[in-house]
Protein backbone atom coordinates (compact mmCIF):
# COMPACT_ATOMS: atom_id res chain seq x y z
CA UNK A 1 0.00 0.00 0.00
CA UNK A 2 1.32 3.41 -1.09
CA UNK A 3 -0.08 6.83 -0.58
CA UNK A 4 1.08 9.99 -3.20
CA UNK A 5 0.96 13.66 -2.98
CA UNK A 6 3.59 14.16 -5.66
CA UNK A 7 1.12 15.59 -8.30
CA UNK A 8 -0.29 18.83 -8.91
CA UNK A 9 -2.55 20.63 -5.92
CA UNK A 10 -1.60 17.03 -4.13
CA UNK A 11 -1.33 17.73 -0.24
CA UNK A 12 -0.92 15.05 2.65
CA UNK A 13 1.94 13.82 5.62
CA UNK A 14 2.21 10.24 5.93
CA UNK A 15 2.27 9.34 9.79
CA UNK A 16 1.98 5.77 9.03
CA UNK A 17 0.74 3.66 6.17
CA UNK A 18 1.75 0.34 7.21
CA UNK A 19 -1.49 -1.23 8.22
CA UNK A 20 -4.46 -0.91 5.75
CA UNK A 21 -7.09 -0.90 8.90
CA UNK A 22 -5.01 1.80 10.37
CA UNK A 23 -3.73 5.03 7.85
CA UNK A 24 -2.40 8.05 9.95
CA UNK A 25 -2.52 10.90 8.18
CA UNK A 26 -2.42 15.02 8.90
CA UNK A 27 -2.46 17.73 6.61
CA UNK A 28 0.36 19.85 5.90
CA UNK A 29 0.10 23.95 6.25
CA UNK A 30 0.19 26.23 3.12
CA UNK A 31 3.61 27.49 2.33
CA UNK A 32 5.07 29.89 5.24
CA UNK A 33 1.55 29.54 7.14
CA UNK A 34 -0.05 27.73 9.82
CA UNK A 35 -3.10 27.38 7.53
CA UNK A 36 -4.14 23.50 6.99
CA UNK A 37 -7.16 22.56 5.31
CA UNK A 38 -7.03 21.73 1.63
CA UNK A 39 -5.53 17.84 1.25
CA UNK A 40 -5.36 15.69 -2.38
CA UNK A 41 -3.44 12.50 -2.51
CA UNK A 42 -4.07 8.83 -4.45
CA UNK A 43 -4.27 5.78 -2.37
CA UNK A 44 -2.52 2.60 -4.36
CA UNK A 45 -3.29 -0.85 -2.90
CA UNK A 46 -5.02 -4.02 -2.92
CA UNK A 47 -8.63 -3.65 -4.24
CA UNK A 48 -11.60 -4.83 -2.77
CA UNK A 49 -9.74 -4.68 1.11
CA UNK A 50 -11.33 -2.77 3.73
CA UNK A 51 -9.24 0.42 4.73
CA UNK A 52 -9.35 3.05 7.80
CA UNK A 53 -8.35 6.18 7.56
CA UNK A 54 -7.84 9.33 10.13
CA UNK A 55 -6.36 12.51 9.52
CA UNK A 56 -5.62 13.95 12.76
CA UNK A 57 -4.52 17.48 14.49
CA UNK A 58 -7.82 19.20 12.53
CA UNK A 59 -8.60 21.22 16.02
CA UNK A 60 -5.71 23.38 14.78
CA UNK A 61 -6.54 23.60 11.03
CA UNK A 62 -7.66 26.76 9.57
CA UNK A 63 -11.62 25.94 10.23
CA UNK A 64 -12.13 23.67 12.59
CA UNK A 65 -15.79 23.84 12.48
CA UNK A 66 -15.19 22.68 8.58
CA UNK A 67 -15.47 19.09 9.97
CA UNK A 68 -18.51 17.62 11.21
CA UNK A 69 -20.65 16.87 8.88
CA UNK A 70 -18.17 16.73 6.14
CA UNK A 71 -17.48 13.94 4.26
CA UNK A 72 -14.43 13.33 1.97
CA UNK A 73 -14.98 13.27 -1.68
CA UNK A 74 -12.57 10.72 -3.71
CA UNK A 75 -12.70 9.60 -7.28
CA UNK A 76 -11.27 6.26 -9.23
CA UNK A 77 -11.57 8.22 -12.65
CA UNK A 78 -10.77 11.48 -11.72
CA UNK A 79 -13.82 12.44 -13.52
CA UNK A 80 -16.88 11.35 -10.62
CA UNK A 81 -15.80 12.63 -7.22
CA UNK A 82 -17.82 11.00 -4.72
CA UNK A 83 -18.45 11.75 -1.05
CA UNK A 84 -17.28 8.98 1.44
CA UNK A 85 -18.85 9.72 4.81
CA UNK A 86 -17.11 10.79 7.40
CA UNK A 87 -16.93 11.18 11.68
CA UNK A 88 -15.09 14.24 13.48
CA UNK A 89 -14.02 13.60 16.96
CA UNK A 90 -13.04 16.81 17.75
CA UNK A 91 -9.95 16.74 16.42
CA UNK A 92 -9.72 13.80 13.96
CA UNK A 93 -11.81 12.76 10.97
CA UNK A 94 -11.87 8.90 10.15
CA UNK A 95 -13.94 7.20 7.14
CA UNK A 96 -14.01 3.94 5.48
CA UNK A 97 -13.44 2.77 2.08
CA UNK A 98 -13.15 -0.53 0.45
CA UNK A 99 -11.50 0.02 -2.64
CA UNK A 100 -13.05 -1.24 -6.17
CA UNK A 101 -10.16 -0.80 -7.72
CA UNK A 102 -6.17 -0.62 -7.28
CA UNK A 103 -5.64 3.37 -6.98
CA UNK A 104 -8.07 6.41 -6.03
CA UNK A 105 -8.10 9.70 -5.11
CA UNK A 106 -9.28 11.59 -2.19
CA UNK A 107 -9.69 15.55 -1.87
CA UNK A 108 -10.87 18.33 0.08
CA UNK A 109 -13.11 19.19 -2.64
CA UNK A 110 -13.11 17.91 -6.21
CA UNK A 111 -9.95 19.43 -7.88
CA UNK A 112 -9.76 22.24 -10.47
CA UNK A 113 -6.69 21.44 -12.57
CA UNK A 114 -4.47 23.69 -14.17
CA UNK A 115 -4.54 21.93 -17.61
CA UNK A 116 -8.11 22.47 -17.46
CA UNK A 117 -8.05 25.84 -16.20
CA UNK A 118 -5.90 26.67 -19.51
CA UNK A 119 -8.56 24.75 -21.70
CA UNK A 120 -11.36 27.15 -19.99
CA UNK A 121 -9.28 30.18 -20.75
CA UNK A 122 -8.32 28.98 -24.55
CA UNK A 123 -11.81 27.37 -25.43
CA UNK A 124 -13.47 30.86 -24.44
CA UNK A 125 -10.93 32.66 -26.61
CA UNK A 126 -11.87 30.84 -29.04
CA UNK A 127 -15.39 33.05 -29.69
CA UNK A 128 -15.41 36.22 -31.45
CA UNK A 129 -16.07 38.51 -28.77
CA UNK A 130 -13.55 37.28 -25.84
CA UNK A 131 -9.86 38.57 -25.76
CA UNK A 132 -7.19 36.16 -23.89
CA UNK A 133 -4.72 38.45 -22.24
CA UNK A 134 -1.93 37.79 -19.52
CA UNK A 135 -2.05 40.53 -17.09
CA UNK A 136 1.45 39.12 -15.60
CA UNK A 137 3.06 36.83 -13.79
CA UNK A 138 3.14 35.22 -10.38
CA UNK A 139 6.37 34.84 -7.61
CA UNK A 140 6.16 31.37 -9.03
CA UNK A 141 6.12 32.71 -12.20
CA UNK A 142 2.15 31.54 -13.44
CA UNK A 143 -0.07 33.42 -15.81
CA UNK A 144 -2.20 35.88 -14.17
CA UNK A 145 -4.99 35.63 -17.00
CA UNK A 146 -7.45 37.59 -17.66
CA UNK A 147 -10.55 37.10 -19.93
CA UNK A 148 -12.33 39.89 -21.64
CA UNK A 149 -15.60 39.61 -22.85
CA UNK A 150 -17.64 41.78 -25.16
CA UNK A 151 -16.18 44.77 -27.47
CA UNK A 152 -15.41 47.40 -25.13
CA UNK A 153 -16.67 50.57 -25.31
CA UNK A 154 -17.37 53.88 -23.56
CA UNK A 155 -21.55 53.05 -22.98
CA UNK A 156 -20.93 49.75 -21.76
CA UNK A 157 -20.70 49.28 -18.19
CA UNK A 158 -17.95 46.74 -16.76
CA UNK A 159 -18.99 43.43 -14.74
CA UNK A 160 -16.17 42.21 -13.00
CA UNK A 161 -15.60 38.41 -12.11
CA UNK A 162 -12.89 36.44 -9.88
CA UNK A 163 -12.20 33.28 -8.14
CA UNK A 164 -9.83 31.40 -6.29
CA UNK A 165 -8.15 34.16 -4.42
CA UNK A 166 -8.17 30.91 -1.96
CA UNK A 167 -6.89 28.16 -4.16
CA UNK A 168 -8.32 25.24 -2.13
CA UNK A 169 -12.15 27.08 -3.08
CA UNK A 170 -12.12 24.80 -6.68
CA UNK A 171 -15.89 25.23 -6.41
CA UNK A 172 -15.69 29.21 -7.29
CA UNK A 173 -13.42 27.69 -10.97
CA UNK A 174 -16.27 25.17 -11.33
CA UNK A 175 -18.58 28.07 -10.51
CA UNK A 176 -16.66 30.10 -13.31
CA UNK A 177 -16.55 27.85 -15.97
CA UNK A 178 -20.37 27.06 -16.03
CA UNK A 179 -20.77 31.27 -15.94
CA UNK A 180 -18.49 32.16 -19.07
CA UNK A 181 -19.80 28.95 -20.62
CA UNK A 182 -23.22 30.54 -20.56
CA UNK A 183 -22.08 33.53 -21.43
CA UNK A 184 -20.34 32.60 -24.48
CA UNK A 185 -23.35 29.66 -25.64
CA UNK A 186 -24.21 31.80 -28.98
CA UNK A 187 -27.58 30.02 -28.51
CA UNK A 188 -28.19 31.47 -25.49
CA UNK A 189 -29.68 34.79 -25.84
CA UNK A 190 -29.18 35.88 -22.06
CA UNK A 191 -25.06 35.93 -22.83
CA UNK A 192 -25.38 37.14 -26.12
CA UNK A 193 -28.19 40.44 -24.94
CA UNK A 194 -25.77 40.68 -21.37
CA UNK A 195 -22.81 41.30 -24.05
CA UNK A 196 -24.65 44.05 -26.19
CA UNK A 197 -24.69 45.90 -22.76
CA UNK A 198 -21.66 45.34 -20.95
CA UNK A 199 -18.14 44.06 -21.29
CA UNK A 200 -17.35 41.34 -18.28
CA UNK A 201 -13.76 40.77 -17.14
CA UNK A 202 -13.17 37.31 -15.86
CA UNK A 203 -10.49 36.52 -13.85
CA UNK A 204 -10.97 32.51 -13.68
CA UNK A 205 -7.78 31.88 -11.02
CA UNK A 206 -6.40 34.63 -8.87
CA UNK A 207 -3.97 32.36 -7.32
CA UNK A 208 -2.63 29.53 -9.75
CA UNK A 209 0.62 29.22 -7.28
CA UNK A 210 -1.49 28.08 -4.36
CA UNK A 211 -3.35 25.91 -6.40
CA UNK A 212 -0.83 24.46 -8.11
CA UNK A 213 1.51 24.02 -4.64
CA UNK A 214 -1.92 22.78 -2.76
CA UNK A 215 -2.46 25.15 -0.69
CA UNK A 216 -6.16 26.07 0.73
CA UNK A 217 -5.67 29.98 1.43
CA UNK A 218 -2.72 31.60 0.45
CA UNK A 219 -0.38 32.27 -2.38
CA UNK A 220 2.93 30.71 -3.21
CA UNK A 221 4.53 32.83 -0.23
CA UNK A 222 1.84 32.58 2.34
CA UNK A 223 0.15 35.43 1.35
CA UNK A 224 -3.82 35.72 1.71
CA UNK A 225 -5.23 37.92 -1.09
CA UNK A 226 -8.16 38.60 -0.04
CA UNK A 227 -6.76 40.82 2.67
CA UNK A 228 -3.99 42.34 0.37
CA UNK A 229 -6.79 44.84 -1.82
CA UNK A 230 -6.22 48.26 -0.35
CA UNK A 231 -2.21 47.91 -0.33
CA UNK A 232 -1.14 45.01 -2.65
CA UNK A 233 2.78 44.93 -3.94
CA UNK A 234 4.56 43.18 -6.57
CA UNK A 235 6.68 41.72 -3.96
CA UNK A 236 4.05 40.13 -2.06
CA UNK A 237 0.52 39.96 -3.72
CA UNK A 238 1.22 40.45 -7.61
CA UNK A 239 -1.96 38.91 -8.25
CA UNK A 240 -4.03 41.58 -6.58
CA UNK A 241 -1.94 44.44 -7.62
CA UNK A 242 -1.99 43.35 -11.36
CA UNK A 243 -5.93 43.14 -11.23
CA UNK A 244 -6.37 46.22 -9.55
CA UNK A 245 -4.66 48.04 -11.37
CA UNK A 246 -7.02 46.93 -14.49
CA UNK A 247 -9.88 47.63 -12.51
CA UNK A 248 -8.65 51.49 -11.63
CA UNK A 249 -8.23 51.67 -15.64
CA UNK A 250 -11.26 50.35 -16.95
CA UNK A 251 -13.30 50.76 -13.98
CA UNK A 252 -16.17 48.81 -12.03
CA UNK A 253 -19.69 48.80 -12.38
CA UNK A 254 -20.44 45.42 -10.75
CA UNK A 255 -18.11 42.35 -8.87
CA UNK A 256 -18.35 39.10 -7.80
CA UNK A 257 -15.27 37.44 -6.21
CA UNK A 258 -16.62 33.51 -6.25
CA UNK A 259 -15.74 31.66 -2.95
CA UNK A 260 -15.97 28.12 -0.84
CA UNK A 261 -16.88 28.33 3.13
CA UNK A 262 -15.51 25.67 5.01
CA UNK A 263 -17.93 25.32 7.19
CA UNK A 264 -21.78 26.64 6.50
CA UNK A 265 -23.21 24.17 4.28
CA UNK A 266 -25.59 26.99 2.49
CA UNK A 267 -24.96 28.78 -1.22
CA UNK A 268 -24.99 32.56 0.36
CA UNK A 269 -23.42 36.18 -0.68
CA UNK A 270 -21.88 38.89 1.21
CA UNK A 271 -22.10 42.72 0.94
CA UNK A 272 -20.56 45.66 1.44
CA UNK A 273 -22.83 46.92 3.96
CA UNK A 274 -19.94 48.06 5.97
CA UNK A 275 -18.56 50.30 3.32
CA UNK A 276 -18.16 53.93 4.37
CA UNK A 277 -19.91 54.97 1.00
CA UNK A 278 -22.46 52.15 1.04
CA UNK A 279 -26.43 53.70 0.57
CA UNK A 280 -29.41 53.48 -0.66
CA UNK A 281 -28.91 52.50 -4.00
CA UNK A 282 -26.17 49.64 -2.81
CA UNK A 283 -29.14 48.14 -1.11
CA UNK A 284 -31.65 48.19 -3.92
CA UNK A 285 -28.91 46.91 -5.80
CA UNK A 286 -28.08 44.01 -3.74
CA UNK A 287 -31.87 43.41 -2.96
CA UNK A 288 -32.77 43.54 -6.80
CA UNK A 289 -29.78 40.89 -7.27
CA UNK A 290 -30.80 38.77 -4.27
CA UNK A 291 -34.43 38.74 -5.71
CA UNK A 292 -33.56 37.78 -8.59
CA UNK A 293 -31.03 34.74 -7.91
CA UNK A 294 -34.18 33.29 -5.73
CA UNK A 295 -36.49 33.23 -8.47
CA UNK A 296 -34.18 31.85 -10.82
CA UNK A 297 -32.53 29.21 -8.68
CA UNK A 298 -33.72 27.13 -5.09
CA UNK A 299 -29.85 26.51 -5.14
CA UNK A 300 -29.13 30.33 -3.69
CA UNK A 301 -31.08 31.24 -0.02
CA UNK A 302 -30.19 34.70 2.07
CA UNK A 303 -31.48 33.78 5.10
CA UNK A 304 -28.07 31.94 6.61
CA UNK A 305 -24.71 33.14 6.02
CA UNK A 306 -22.08 35.72 7.62
CA UNK A 307 -22.79 38.08 10.38
CA UNK A 308 -23.53 41.58 9.03
CA UNK A 309 -21.42 44.46 9.21
CA UNK A 310 -21.90 47.30 11.27
CA UNK A 311 -21.89 50.42 8.67
CA UNK A 312 -18.36 51.83 8.53
CA UNK A 313 -16.72 48.80 9.69
CA UNK A 314 -15.90 47.01 6.63
CA UNK A 315 -12.57 45.40 6.29
CA UNK A 316 -10.96 47.44 3.32
CA UNK A 317 -8.41 44.86 2.80
CA UNK A 318 -10.98 42.61 1.41
CA UNK A 319 -11.72 42.37 -2.41
CA UNK A 320 -15.60 42.76 -2.35
CA UNK A 321 -15.15 45.51 0.27
CA UNK A 322 -12.45 47.51 -1.54
CA UNK A 323 -13.87 47.37 -4.69
CA UNK A 324 -17.53 48.50 -3.31
CA UNK A 325 -16.08 51.63 -1.89
CA UNK A 326 -13.69 52.54 -4.81
CA UNK A 327 -16.19 52.33 -7.32
CA UNK A 328 -19.01 52.75 -5.68
CA UNK A 329 -20.82 49.36 -7.23
CA UNK A 330 -22.53 46.28 -6.54
CA UNK A 331 -20.04 44.35 -5.43
CA UNK A 332 -20.39 41.11 -3.59
CA UNK A 333 -18.83 37.48 -2.33
CA UNK A 334 -20.58 34.90 -3.35
CA UNK A 335 -19.66 31.39 -1.30
CA UNK A 336 -20.25 27.75 -1.79
CA UNK A 337 -20.13 25.35 0.86
CA UNK A 338 -17.21 22.67 1.15
CA UNK A 339 -19.72 20.06 2.52
CA UNK A 340 -23.55 20.23 0.88
CA UNK A 341 -26.17 23.11 0.40
CA UNK A 342 -28.44 20.84 3.10
CA UNK A 343 -31.42 22.74 1.86
CA UNK A 344 -31.01 20.74 -0.80
CA UNK A 345 -29.06 17.62 0.35
CA UNK A 346 -27.17 14.72 -1.76
CA UNK A 347 -25.89 12.41 0.23
CA UNK A 348 -23.63 10.77 -2.87
CA UNK A 349 -22.61 13.72 -3.99
CA UNK A 350 -22.57 16.17 -1.59
CA UNK A 351 -22.14 20.32 -3.24
CA UNK A 352 -20.50 18.98 -6.36
CA UNK A 353 -18.41 20.39 -9.37
CA UNK A 354 -21.95 20.14 -10.98
CA UNK A 355 -23.88 21.77 -8.91
CA UNK A 356 -21.13 25.04 -8.97
CA UNK A 357 -21.24 24.85 -12.67
CA UNK A 358 -25.23 25.04 -12.93
CA UNK A 359 -24.80 27.67 -9.98
CA UNK A 360 -22.47 29.84 -12.16
CA UNK A 361 -24.79 29.54 -15.28
CA UNK A 362 -28.17 30.27 -12.71
CA UNK A 363 -25.89 33.28 -11.59
CA UNK A 364 -25.50 34.77 -15.27
CA UNK A 365 -29.35 35.16 -15.62
CA UNK A 366 -29.39 37.28 -12.13
CA UNK A 367 -26.72 39.27 -13.79
CA UNK A 368 -28.81 40.17 -16.85
CA UNK A 369 -31.91 40.50 -14.39
CA UNK A 370 -29.87 43.25 -12.31
CA UNK A 371 -27.75 45.06 -15.81
CA UNK A 372 -30.44 47.49 -16.29
CA UNK A 373 -30.45 48.83 -12.99
CA UNK A 374 -26.69 49.28 -12.25
ZN1 LIG B 1 -12.51 32.18 0.33
Known amino acids: MKIFSNFESGNIHVVSADNPQDIQLTIPADNQTDISQWFHFRLETDAHQPHHFTISELATSAYPEGWPDYDVVASYDREEW ?24 FAYFAPYSYDRHQDLLHGAQTHPACRLETLGH ?12 GEPSPEKKNIWIIGRQHPGETMAEWFIEGLVLRLLDETDTVGRSLLDKVVIHVVPNMNPDGSI ?17 QTPSMDRSPEVFLVRERMLEVGVDMFLDIHGDE ?5 FVAGS ?40 KANLTVGSNWVGEQFKCLSYTVEMPFKDH ?12 ERSVTFGHDMLAAVWATVSEL
Open 213 to 229: RGHLRTNGVGVNLNREW
Open 263 to 267: AIPYN
Open 82 to 105: FRIPAQFDGNALSFDIIPEHESMY
Open 342 to 353: ISHADELYGWSP
Open 138 to 149: TLDNNDISLLTI
Open 273 to 312: EGTPSYNARIAHLENHFKQALLTITPEFQDDIGYDKDEPG
